[in-house]
């Protein structure tokens, strides 16, 4: 072979080496690494760059069908894509571009998120005194990809681009990249700012949008309640969105980006920026939650507002008729001092531990995705049926009917200390049980604060309203100054026995009442045959107690077993909504309440009055009296052209538990004006025969 042959052997041997050389130098696309039910790339916009130049890098991801990544907020569940950069010196990455996400609804859970081909874009700028003769990019990115499981997964990618004096695109990867930027919500130049109000993220725009928005995403993680329902209200200024804070929430970012969208999946980007909205002076305490949030409030002031609550809570008319089977207690044992205290720890006992109990259950049904709150166990016919029985035969006891009593009462001095201890427990448990379907003042909002903290803080908050509600007894036990001021035990104990009966007869009516509204009128016919019935056992299990027969207790559990069947019976049936006032809709004053309906009115930009109440709930049935369907309130609502909406919470109704929720209220009564231009306001659970009428006044002057 000739020398020259050499040469050209060894000249076509380094052309032909140098071309994956060259190949690897000048790689705009990394390939595609595959992962579970996922691959991935990572490209670049420009094949070639120029000192001083911007240029973009596309992470591609193409997961299999029913499978998605997610948002920069992924949601109650699920983790954003991350990516970590490996870059020469002076060069600088930006932060991701998320497109519009869409929504994952896996009840409970809402997750945001992508599905099918993600582009996720990001810029780099390369520093104008760059010397390099290449630029090589390293990034590290971190996923979570899910359908029914979820599988993270992580990948390195690179790339090295030719620096040279011109900059040349990779002209293969530009349709990729015009999807990507078309995928991004369009940036919108709206100015805007929220607050946390009443228990929900209240955002007002300052502008109209091209096209109607039909939901919004909010970037912030931990801000917004992802399952609550949303509110859009157009305005003729731009937009007002609401939405329920989310339950860990903690603190709220001075700036927060808001992606809405419309009808068509265009996503629109929008800036927030926080407002404060302290509260004004001389606002009573529920006014105080609407113009912040309860989880901004210090524990200690929680605790001290919750045992307020329960204190107050012995006032209340729901509770008083059992109260007084204890003050019989307590008067029959004014002069033994030890009883007294025993029987105060016992009381204090049942409350708080029954309040701990309801609180624990609450927390575990809650947590199983059930909507319910604070009385949820008189939505129920059966109890409300049962509790009926109960004060019925506790008013029989006290009439002298059957003696059963004396020992769940401690009106018996003779009593053992066992039996003593006993009946001051369960007059506790009984206390709770029926207390539930009031709501005092400061109780509301503590167990709304309860019911959105961790179990432990929302079991003290609970342990701090049983603790309230009990102070009086403990105070006239330990106190002896107030403990002289109690007479001393007398013949005159039995007549007011006998005169404690008849509130617990009309707290039975009641009940009666509360069942009938539940279930209608042909249950309520055999429910008072029920009630007859053990009326009738009762009786003859005093005769049994007096000496009489076999045939007699016989008899009495026969019809004990006959009063039972017949509650079991009446509550198996399909519930029929109970007998609404027959007024017609010309006299009546007020409109059912729906989510649909008060969007509707709030679209039209309406004043509204919302009153979220139940037939079980005594402070709701005094409010309304009072407050609400008064003359004076009617041309209140008239003169103010106020639409009323009331929601019926009697019965279980997921959708008045969300609105409850979205307010941090866990129970009734709850009453909210919605006034054009301003955020929610909520009123005290207290009304005055003024409150409708000063609130009007006060807001149409704003």
Known sequence: MSQRSSWLTIWAFLLLSSWPLSFAVNASNSGWQQAKHIRAELLAEYGTVVPGQQLAVLLHFQPDPGWHTYWQNPGDSGLATSISWQLPTGVKAGAIQWPTPQAFIIPPLVNYGYAGQTLLLTELSIPADYAADSLTIYADVDWLVCEEICIPADASFELTLAVAGQSELAASQQPLFNKARAALPLPTGITGDYAISGGAFSAELSEQLPQPPVAFFVAATELVDHAASQQLVSQPAGWL???????????????????????TGQGYSVNLQHRSQPAEPGASTEILVTGGTLKQSSLWLVLLMAAGGGLILNLMPCVFPVLSLKALSIA??????????????????????????????LIALRAAGNAIGWGFQLQSPLLVGLLAYLLLALGLSLSGLVQFGLGLMNTGSELTARRGAKGSFFTGVLAVIVASPCTAPFMGTALGYAVTQSPQ???????????????????????????RLLPKPGAWMDTLKQLLAWPLYLSAVWLVWVFGRQTGIDAVALLLVGMVALSAALWLWGRVQLGAGWFNRLA????????????????????????????????QHWQNWSPEKLSALRQQAKPVLVNMTADWCI??????????????????????????????????????????QQYQRDGVPLYVVYWPGQPPQVLPQILTPDTLRQTFESLSQQ
């Not at 009381?347 to 708080?352: E, L, R």
């Not at 079991?459 to 009990?470: E, I, P, T, Y």
């Open 241 to 263: 969105l609401q939405q329920a804070i989310n339950t860990y929430f903690s603190s709220a970012p001075q700036q927060v980006e808001v992606v809405l969208v419309d009808a």
């Open 332 to 361: 029959g044992n004014s002069q033994q001092r030890q009883q007294q205290q025993r029987d105060a720890v016992f009381y204090t006992a049942g409350v708080v531990l029954s309040f701990l109990a309801l609180a624990g259950l």
């Open 457 to 483: 803080v929302a079991l003290l908050v609970f342990a701090a309203l049983g603790l309230g509600m009990a102070l009086p007894f403990l105070l006239l036990a330990y106190i002896p100054a107030l403990a």
């Open 556 to 587: 009495m559990f026969g019809l004990l077993l006959l009063a039972l069947l017949t509650l079991w019976q009446v509550t198996s049936q399909p519930l029929v909504q109970g007998t609404v006032s027959q007024q017609s809709q010309s006299q």
């Open 619 to 660: 402070t709701c049935l005094v409010n309304e009296r009072v407050a609400l369907n008064t003359d004076r309130s009617k041309a209140a609502l008239q003169q103010y052209n106020v639409s009323y909406l009331k929601g019926d919470w009697t019965r279980r109704d997921s959708d008045i538990t969300a609105y409850l």
